[in-house]
T-cell receptor, first 114, second 115 residues
């Protein structure tokens, strides 16, 4: 069965360190998204991609970067982790070129920045 | 810019009670509307969606939602809730914004159903 997997599922890091969260999907979807989920804020869009070599900033992109070198993967990098980036991160994908459809979510990555 | 408002942050109901969760969005163009559910400890999954056609859409587990264009609303309903419906519910809008389509979520509503 097609799926979307995130790793690591849990990570503790220190302020200032670089962290990369992996996201891999086997749906062959063009569209991939990264969200963070925080109490009181719901899901907020960090970055998204509509295809290989395409990346776009979401509403809370500061301090994060992504790259899309193939269809399957969209790693999220925190250049210099800050305590404000402690959160649960969800990767998602969807098919459709012009109008993204239903989102399929990964299990989430819980990041703690000390 | 698009925005989604969910007015109820926490809802507590007894089993068999009826449920209605409000969702309003701010956007002037054509939108696609979704409700997602997140059961405790799990990832989000689609409950139902509206793209076009009949404004009353039915989803999984007895949920339905009505799109009222004039009110920019897409409220979620269920006639009789069960304990297993305890979860967080998110309304989402997908529409064109500054040339690209973006998926915007509301802040979520935590539903607790008492057995």
């Amino acid at each position: 069965d097609a799926e979307i997997t995130q790793s690591p599922r849990h990570k503790i890091t220190e302020t200032g360190r670089q962290v990369t969260l992996a996201c891999h999907q086997t749906w062959n979807h063009n569209n991939m998204f990264w969200y963070r989920q925080d109490l009181g804020h719901g899901l907020r869009l960090i970055h998204y991609s509509y295809g290989v070599q395409d990346t776009n900033k979401g509403e809370v992109s500061d301090g994060y970067s992504v790259s899309r070198s193939n269809t399957e993967d969209l790693p999220l990098t925190l250049e210099s982790a800050a305590s404000s980036q402690t959160s649960v991160y969800f990767c998602a994908s969807s098919e459709g070129l012009a109008v993204p459809g239903e989102l399929f979510f990964g299990e989430g990555s819980r990041l703690t920045v000390l | 810019a698009q925005s989604v408002s969910q007015h109820n942050h926490h809802v507590i109901l007894s089993e068999a009670a009826s449920l209605e969760l409000g969702c309003n969005y701010s956007y002037g163009g054509t939108v696609n509307l979704f409700w997602y559910v997140q059961y405790p400890g799990q990832h989000l999954q689609l409950l139902l969606k509206y793209f076009s056609g009949d404004p009353l859409v039915k989803g999984i587990k007895g949920f339905e939602a009505e799109f009222i264009k004039s009110k920019f609303s897409f409220n979620l309903r269920k006639p009789s809730v069960q304990w297993s419906d305890t979860a967080e519910y998110f309304c989402a809008v997908n529409g064109r914004d500054s040339g690209t389509y973006k998926y915007i979520f509301g802040t979520g509503t935590r539903l607790k159903v008492l057995a």
